[in-house]
């Protein structure tokens, strides 16, 4: 094979859209990462996302049990996976089932007819063939028996044929790569490289994917083939980065920039868990993993880490928070730096545990007993998790609280071209620790005072347990203001509760100014946060292209907001707030600055189309 290209022969593209769907045993997520590092080594811009079954062993060939990957490439900056693919490759009935009314009109149209037979058409709750009784006659398409194909093509190595099966992912990969130009060796070496302990393993995938690359050569179906040029991106090194990769290495900077150990006690919980994998890895720069034997147990070890001098953190995903509420109240009551991180999902309770939902803001501000104030920061996609990851822990650590961040599982699955920073451009986030005497007792003598403020930040001094003369007390009793004895007044208990409500305000002065997107002096706004970043993006770019006029402000700091959102906000005449939830930030905002926000709300399990927002820009123009 040659990955040379006649391009007199090659028609042009500035973006392509390709959703991958099969059953969960088709390797549609493995296919799709395979062509998504290949365009990005080619140079393109990207997005993806991975789109799971909810349920673990869904029953095969079933709509329930579809595994799909969509990835958009473009010469251009793009922030979306797309609204609609291009190019739908259906690996069996199920798959066409499930994703068929995602595909644009016209569309390309790549099915496994192998998989198409009565029992295929019965689970997939087809009364008739949809390849036959006008179903996709809207589309172009390609049939394709894949199935037999790869098991000729494996047979001579002596692969036995439900072996060879499972190989057909590749052979579908190889036919995708002829017909938009994807370079092929990146793929054969890949191959080699994951497979090559099993050298039967290793020779059927090249086969199947060498198959499908020449199966597009030699069909007249195929026509023409398509070329994304390489994207012109800024100069720098780059890497595909995934939202919970990005957010790992975050935290190992993290830990670098504030010179300290970094201890994650963590439980596993989708879409959470590759946090605690990847951060097993980098034992080398400092960091310690505990995989607990339940969410209260993994809090209670970070929680621990962080009285002892470490940076402390857990990782969950909305139900692990719930559990994890009275440790972190008691990290509110006792004032030291505890990271909490929560890849929220579909709820409530277990919810739809592998698709993405942004409704866990409302906890995350509010769900702890008592006056239990903290800073909330979310992360807006895959390679800001890195920048959202060092920020939190900037604020954990010099204001002395628990801090919660938010992302979710679109960002974490999803993925995008990263620009490597340079190490020295990363600020120093470090803070001392107390080691001498702050203080005098009624004698004059000197003392340590453990709830004695920063007059700037009113955070108070952070002492590792044995040094010498600092012995304190701490726990979940009230504390007395300085001296960290057991107060139950009245009058220290309103005290206390106005200053840790007053240091939480502070944190919003060391925020930039809020930047407005777009039109400064247009009629609406858009307000967003988390995920919603890259369809609003892309929702703001068509609108101006077309001729109208937005505003987009959006939001990293969710609590405290940002000092100047509401002299902002005012000069609106309508706000919009899309959120994957029901609304909660919209409310928080109608609340805080008594404005007439609207919210745009979707609970789907699938994040926003750019299409979606742009009608809620238009909903009120008739």
Same mark, same amino acid.
């Given at each position: 094979?040659?990955?040379?290209?006649?391009?007199?022969?090659? /028609?042009?593209?500035?973006?392509?859209?390709?959703?991958?769907?099969?059953?969960?045993?088709?390797?549609?997520?493995?296919?799709?990462?395979?062509?998504?590092?290949?365009?990005?080594?080619?140079?393109?811009?990207?997005?993806?996302?991975?789109?799971?079954?909810?349920?673990?062993?869904?029953?095969?060939?079933?709509?329930?049990?579809?595994?799909?990957?969509?990835?958009?490439?473009?010469?251009?900056?793009?922030?979306? =996976? !797309?609204?609609?693919?291009?190019?739908?490759?259906?690996?069996?009935?199920?798959?066409?089932?499930?994703?068929?009314?995602?595909?644009?009109?016209? !569309?390309?149209?790549?099915?496994?007819?192998?998989?198409?037979?009565? &029992?295929?058409?019965?689970?997939?709750?087809?009364?008739?063939?949809?390849?036959?009784?006008?179903?996709?006659?809207?589309?172009?398409?390609?049939?394709?028996?894949?199935?037999?194909?790869?098991?000729?093509?494996?047979? =001579?190595?002596?692969?036995?044929?439900?072996?060879?099966?499972?190989?057909?992912?590749?052979?579908?990969?190889?036919?995708?790569?002829?017909?938009?130009?994807?370079?092929?060796? =990146?793929?054969?070496?890949?191959?080699?490289?994951?497979?090559?302990?099993?050298?039967?393993? +290793?020779?059927?995938?090249?086969?199947?994917?060498?198959?499908?690359?020449?199966?597009?050569?030699?069909?007249?179906?195929?026509?023409?083939?398509?070329?994304?040029? =390489?994207?012109?991106?800024?100069?720098?090194?780059?890497?595909?980065?995934?939202?919970?990769?990005?957010?790992?290495?975050?935290?190992?900077?993290?830990?670098?920039?504030?010179?300290?150990?970094?201890?994650?006690?963590?439980?596993?919980?989708?879409?959470?868990?590759?946090?605690?994998?990847?951060?097993?890895?980098?034992?080398?720069?400092?960091?310690?993993?505990? @995989?607990?034997?339940?969410?209260?147990?993994?809090?209670?070890?970070?929680?621990?880490?962080?009285?002892?001098?470490? *940076?402390?953190?857990?990782?969950?995903?909305?139900?692990?928070?719930?559990?994890?509420?009275?440790?972190?109240?008691?990290?509110?009551?006792?004032?030291?730096?505890?990271?909490?991180?929560?890849?929220?999902?579909? /709820?409530?309770?277990?919810?739809?545990?592998?698709? %993405?939902?942004?409704?866990?803001?409302?906890?995350?501000?509010?769900?702890?007993?008592?006056?239990?104030?903290?800073?909330?920061?979310?992360?807006?996609?895959?390679?800001?998790?890195?920048?959202?990851?060092?920020?939190?822990?900037?604020?954990? *650590?010099? $204001?002395?609280?628990?801090?919660?961040?938010?992302?979710?599982?679109?960002?974490?699955?999803?993925?995008?071209?990263?620009?490597?920073?340079?190490?020295?451009?990363?600020?120093?986030?470090?803070?001392?620790?107390? %080691?001498?005497?702050?203080?005098?007792?009624?004698?004059?003598?000197?003392?340590?005072?453990?709830? &004695?403020?920063?007059?700037?930040?009113? +955070?108070?001094?952070?002492?590792?347990?044995?040094?010498?003369?600092?012995?304190?007390?701490?726990?979940? *009793?009230?504390?007395?203001?300085?001296?960290?004895?057991?107060? $139950?007044?009245?009058?220290?208990?309103?005290?206390?509760?106005?200053?840790?409500?007053?240091?939480?305000?502070?944190?919003?002065?060391?925020?930039?100014?809020?930047?407005?997107?777009?039109?400064?002096? +247009?009629?609406?706004?858009?307000? !967003?946060?988390?995920?919603?970043?890259?369809?609003?993006?892309?929702?703001? @770019?068509?609108?101006?292209?077309?001729?109208?006029?937005?505003?987009?402000?959006?939001?990293?700091?969710?609590?405290?907001?940002?000092?100047?959102?509401?002299?902002?906000?005012?000069?609106?005449?309508?706000?919009?707030?899309?959120?994957?939830?029901?609304?909660?930030?919209?409310?928080?905002?109608?609340?805080?600055?008594?404005?007439?926000?609207?919210?745009?709300?979707?609970?789907?399990?699938?994040?926003?189309?750019?299409?979606?927002?742009?009608?809620?820009?238009?909903?009120?123009?008739?």
């Amino acid at each position: 094979m040659s990955d040379t290209i006649d391009r007199a022969e090659v /028609g042009v593209l500035d973006r392509l859209v390709v959703r991958f769907a099969g059953d969960s045993g088709d390797g549609m997520q493995l296919t799709g990462d395979r062509f998504t590092s290949v365009s990005a080594s080619f140079g393109n811009d990207l997005s993806t996302f991975p789109d799971f079954p909810a349920e673990i062993r869904a029953p095969a060939g079933t709509v329930n049990g579809v595994s799909s990957f969509q990835v958009q490439i473009a010469n251009h900056d793009i922030t979306t =996976p !797309g609204d609609e693919p291009n190019v739908l490759v259906a690996m069996n009935a199920a798959a066409l089932k499930a994703d068929l009314h995602r595909l644009e009109p016209g !569309g390309t149209l790549i099915v496994n007819t192998d998989s198409f037979g009565e &029992r295929d058409l019965d689970k997939a709750e087809y009364t008739s063939n949809p390849l036959e009784d006008g179903t996709v006659s809207g589309y172009r398409v390609i049939p394709v028996a894949m199935t037999t194909i790869t098991k000729e093509a494996c047979e =001579p190595l002596g692969v036995k044929a439900r072996d060879a099966e499972r190989s057909k992912n590749f052979f579908a990969l190889g036919l995708v790569s002829f017909m938009y130009t994807r370079p092929t060796e =990146p793929t054969l070496e890949w191959i080699q490289e994951r497979f090559g302990k099993n050298e039967l393993v +290793a020779a059927a995938n090249t086969a199947a994917f060498k198959a499908g690359f020449h199966y597009g050569e030699t069909t007249e179906a195929v026509g023409h083939r398509f070329e994304v040029r =390489p994207a012109t991106l800024p100069a720098g090194e780059y890497t595909s980065i995934t939202g919970n990769t990005a957010l790992s290495w975050g935290l190992v900077a993290a830990g670098q920039l504030a010179k300290l150990p970094v201890t994650l006690g963590s439980y596993p919980i989708t879409p959470a868990s590759d946090i605690l994998h990847e951060l097993s890895k980098h034992k080398n720069f400092g960091v310690r993993t505990v @995989q607990a034997e339940d969410e209260i147990a993994a809090v209670g070890v970070a929680l621990g880490a962080a009285f002892a001098g470490h *940076l402390g953190v857990t990782t969950t995903s909305g139900p692990g928070v719930a559990l994890k509420s009275e440790t972190i109240s008691l990290a509110v009551s006792i004032e030291i730096p505890l990271l909490i991180i929560d890849i929220q999902r579909g /709820g409530p309770s277990t919810g739809l545990p592998t698709k %993405t939902e942004a409704s866990d803001l409302n906890l995350a501000v509010y769900g702890r007993h008592g006056e239990a104030p903290l800073p909330v920061v979310a992360s807006y996609s895959p390679a800001d998790c890195f920048h959202a990851a060092i920020e939190a822990v900037r604020i954990a *650590l010099k $204001y002395r609280t628990p801090v919660i961040l938010l992302s979710d599982g679109y960002i974490a699955n999803g993925s995008e071209p990263w620009l490597v920073p340079d190490a020295s451009t990363l600020p120093d986030i470090s803070v001392p620790f107390q %080691t001498e005497f702050n203080g005098t007792d009624a004698e004059g003598n000197p003392v340590y005072l453990p709830y &004695r403020r920063d007059e700037t930040t009113l +955070a108070r001094p952070w002492a590792i347990p044995g040094t010498p003369g600092l012995m304190h007390r701490v726990g979940g *009793l009230e504390k007395q203001n300085e001296t960290g004895n057991v107060n $139950y007044t009245p009058e220290n208990h309103a005290l206390m509760g106005d200053l840790r409500a007053e240091r939480i305000a502070r944190i919003a002065d060391d925020y930039p100014a809020t930047e407005i997107h777009g039109d400064v002096d +247009a009629e609406v706004c858009i307000v !967003g946060w988390g995920s919603t970043w890259a369809a609003i993006d892309s929702a703001v @770019q068509r609108e101006r292209r077309n001729g109208g006029r937005v505003a987009w402000v959006h939001l990293r700091h969710l609590n405290p907001l940002p000092n100047d959102l509401g002299d902002i906000l005012k000069r609106y005449r309508r706000v919009i707030v899309p959120e994957l939830n029901r609304g909660q930030l919209c409310r928080i905002l109608r609340a805080e600055y008594l404005i007439a926000a609207q919210p745009v709300t979707k609970v789907a399990g699938l994040p926003f189309t750019a299409r979606e927002i742009v009608d809620a820009l238009h909903a009120d123009d008739n």
